[in-house]
Structures are given as C-alpha cells and as structure tokens.
C-alpha cells in the first residue's frame, strides 16, 4: 500500500443537503485498498451522512463516488459490489448464530453444506468456539454480538467494511478488546476498513490515518502521529489533546522568551504556535530553551507517572505543563515555574490554515 497506488474508494465533491441544510459540503477522498481509515469528528459534523452515501442507504445531493473505477453512487444499495454496514442491531435476534452468519451466502443461493462450512470457517476467524453455531443470538453476551455481526458482515465478502460506532455501547474493557480484534481482523483479511468514532484513542490505537471532520468538511486526513504533531488548524490541535496555544504576530509572541535562534528562525512569521505539554521540560533559572515561558503553578493532577500543572504566565495566560513525577515542581501551587522546549516541538499554524476551516 502506497500513496501512488489506485484509490479503491474515491469521493469527489460530494455535497448532502437536507433542505436548506447542507451536511457535507463537497468532500474530497481518496481511501487506499486495504488501508484502515478512521472518520472522527463531533457530533453533527456529518460522518453518519458521509458513510450512509457510502454505502447507498442514501443519495448525495452532488458529486460522485467510485469504487475501483466504477462510478456506485448512481447504484441501488442491494446492486453495489460490495459494501456493507456493521451494526450489531441488524442482527436477527430469533435465529441462530450460524443462520445470521450465513445470511448473505443463503441470498446469493449458496447450497447449504457450503454455507454452514463457510459459517464455521468465520467462528474460527472471529475466534468464537465452533459450536456457537447452534446458539440462539439472545444467549449471546454484547461482545459476542458484535463478533457476529462481524463475521455476518465478513459473509458478504465486501471489498470495505463500512463500521459507524460498532463499539460505543459496550463497556470499556470489551471495548478495548474488541479494538485489538478488529485491528488484527483488519490485518489478516486485507480489507479495507473505514470506521467511524467519537473515540480519539480508538482511531488511534487502529487506523492507518484518521480524517478529522467538523462541520460538513475534512480538516485534516493524515496517520496520527502526524496530526498530532502537525495540526492544520487549533481545532485540529485541540481535538488531537490538551494543547497551548500562542499567537505569533511578525515573529513575536507575548508570553514566549525566544533565544536567537528561535527568534531568527521564527522572524517575519504570523500564526499560532502550538506546544504540547509534554514537550515541555522544567528549567533551571539560568536554563536555556528554544522557547521559554515563566509563571505560578495555580493547579497540579497526578496523571500516574506523570504529573500536569497549570501556571499563570506575567500575560495572564494559562498554561498546561506535564513532567516525569521525578521533576516535579517543589512548593507545588503558588511556587514560580520556568518550562521550555525546543523550537522542533513547536508547531506554527500558518494563520489562513484555521480561517479556511
Ligand atoms: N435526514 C435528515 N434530515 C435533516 N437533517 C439531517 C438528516 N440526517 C442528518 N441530518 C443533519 O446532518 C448533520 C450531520 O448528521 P450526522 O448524523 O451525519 O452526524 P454525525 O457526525 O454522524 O454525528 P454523531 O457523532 O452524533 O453520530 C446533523 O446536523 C444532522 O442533524
Ligand atoms: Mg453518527
């Protein structure tokens, strides 16, 4: 998989309105084969739309999908080659096991002994015992639903999986198991993935680049670590964790000491600058740093080996610091504080990029 291979999936200008109002607003994509594409983004920014487009439940109002060169968009949903939603609700509740595994082969007229062959094959892959076969769906547990529906969804032998929240109602430990089966599901079967979540952490801990939506449009599609450490925009940065933020007007930035370096390197530049907190590093008085910054811790958490602080800064801005619990800050709240980092940690935003958002 690289970036110059064909798209399997390509969006073009697609636009959704719902009367005068428009939920996606000519989106571009273009998702690899076999890559695992996580859509995050906040409520009502349009990613359910977006997939149910996808996946022919509903029409666009303009643009065009295609799928390895096959314009689907103008397709009927049940006449699409190949895509598919999960949702563990589809499930028929009365049958069995086996009988909604082979769903989809029993509608393409598959003879029965290869069907339930297939089914059993699918239990393995889903690492369900093989005898859930027989079990009725409502003796199954919430994570054993979900492990169906996905061998269901595996039945129909889509070239994407389509997933919108497949997680979001199970509790946090089957969630995280559930996170890692899908992330080796994904490997094994060399499907593409394009899964939808609320769940920063769950994109990141799956998905070979994450789309940022917000309000109807992408922000930024990119693998994590470079959204993390590039944001295009601060509402990028912010929903990528906690963040600081200083505007940067003609290469000064109140509040921020710059060595020569850094002020010679950041010269004429207007923008915003952002810094993780835990980029940052506790300075002696005579420490010297790329970026500087003083102040007053006015709060301190615990974060397990970590620990974040708030201070003041002389401009009246807080700032978020987070350091090994090793260099925790004596005197605690009320005691000043010098932090620093290098300029490599901090990131400009280029002031149009957060205007076109
Ligand atoms: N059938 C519809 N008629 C009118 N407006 C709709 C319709 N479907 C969705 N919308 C609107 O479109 C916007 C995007 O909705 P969508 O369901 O795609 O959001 P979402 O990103 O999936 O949100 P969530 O994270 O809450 O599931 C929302 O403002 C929603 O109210
Ligand atoms: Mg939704």
Known sequence: MTDS???????????????????????????????????????????????????????????????????????????????????????????????????????????????????????????????????RIQQCSGGEKQRVALARALAFDPEILFFDEPLSALDYRLRKTLEKELKDLHRRTGKTFIYITHSLEEAMVMSDRIAIMKAGRFEQIAPAEEIYARPVSKFVAEFMGEVNFFDLVKGAAPGVALSAAASAALAGQTGTLTIRPESLRKLTAEGVADLSFEGIVTAEYLLGSRIQYRMTLATGQEMIVEVLRENAVEGGIGAALRVGCDLSAAHLIAEAADAAA
């Open 5 to 135: 291979s064909p798209p399997i999936l390509r969006i073009n200008a697609l636009t959704k309105t719902f009367d005068d109002f428009t939920a996606l607003h000519g989106i571009n994509l273009n998702v690899r084969d076999g890559e695992f594409l996580a859509i995050v983004g906040p409520s009502g920014s349009g990613k359910t739309t977006l997939i149910r487009i996808l996946v022919g439940m509903d029409e666009p109002s303009d643009g065009a999908v295609w799928l390895r060169g096959t314009r689907i968009d103008v397709v009927p949903a049940n006449k699409r080659p190949t895509c598919m939603v999960f949702q563990s609700l589809a499930l028929f509740p009365h049958r069995s096991v086996g009988q909604n595994i082979e769903f989809p082969l029993k509608l393409r007229g598959v003879a029965p002994a290869e069907r339930k062959a297939r089914a059993l094959e699918l239990l393995d892959t889903l690492r369900l015992p093989r005898d859930y076969y027989s079990k």
